[in-house]
């Protein structure tokens, strides 16, 4: 294929850096001519860069992926999605056939992907308008989440989950039979999931799962399947105790 312009949009900077570094040892002709941190970012650097092909994660804080494609008037250039976190996101890149790398970046998978950019560029843009146009009616299947880690991806049942503990920018994941696993994203990007699958935010930083609770003194804390007793935050009290009433 003739050489092209590739942007990555990814708020790691170990993705992006690495996804960097494939692409020059690839076999194709593919110069990447601007990286963005976030989807605002990227607004940027695509409308300025006019790039062939755009990297770009699905998951991003403040604009996430989808948001960002939808805020370009143009989109005549190829699109890879970047994710591990969402299912959901997953499912609907596979509806509108549009091509997706599962992070850590696999070589064999980005050469098959590039190999199918350098066959399918043309009609990108309108796979592009269908996926913004049909997302929602893709639903998610309740009940499993990928957790993005530092190893890999694990897929875990939210059943097993006792609590989420928020640490800075990571996230710990306490799990049933005192198994836990530190996530490299926020609390804040699980957050609307976990809500929607019996999860309840006690504080600003922790989140614990209904079916787990043992317990609740609204004065010393909720006690948990695994032993700890979590703190109930004073401005979240009655909403909390309303919220584990009702389960």
């Known amino acids: 294929m003739p050489r092209a312009r590739a942007v990555i949009v990814d708020d790691d900077v170990f993705t992006r850096e690495q996804l960097a570094g494939e692409l020059h040892r690839s076999r194709w002709p593919i110069d990447v001519v601007a990286t963005a941190e976030d989807g605002r970012e990227g ?10 092909i755009v990297f770009v994660d699905v998951q991003m804080p403040g604009l996430d992926g989808f948001a960002m494609l939808d805020a370009l008037t143009e989109r005549n250039f190829g699109v890879v999605f970047i994710t591990s976190y969402d299912a959901y996101a997953i499912r609907a890149i596979r509806y509108s056939a549009l091509d997706y790398l599962l992070k850590p970046i696999d070589p064999v998978e980005l050469d098959a992907t590039l ?23 893709v639903r998610e ?5 990928i957790i993005v880690t530092r190893e890999g991806d694990r897929t875990i049942r939210t ?6 503990a928020s640490d800075g920018n990571y996230t710990w994941f306490h799990l049933t039979g005192d198994r836990k696993i530190l996530s490299s ?18 504080h600003r ?15 010393i804390g909720i006690a948990m399947s695994d032993g700890s007793s979590i703190e109930v935050s004073r401005r979240r009290r009655a909403e909390v105790m309303a919220a584990l009433r009702g389960s």
């Open 141 to 145: 299947v309740p009940g499993t989440l």
């Open 43 to 52: 607004l940027e650097r695509i409308r300025g860069a006019r790039p062939d």
């Open 115 to 137: 190999e199918r950019f350098a066959r399918e560029r043309s009609s990108v843009e309108g796979r592009i308008k269908h996926l913004l146009d049909r997302k929602e009616q």
């Open 185 to 202: 994203y926020t609390l804040g990007n699980y957050a609307d999931f976990l809500e929607r699958n019996e999860f309840v935010r006690v």
């Open 159 to 164: 059943r097993d989950i006792v609590r989420c």
């Open 205 to 219: 930083s922790h989140m614990i799962n209904r079916a787990h609770v043992r317990s609740v003194d609204p004065e």
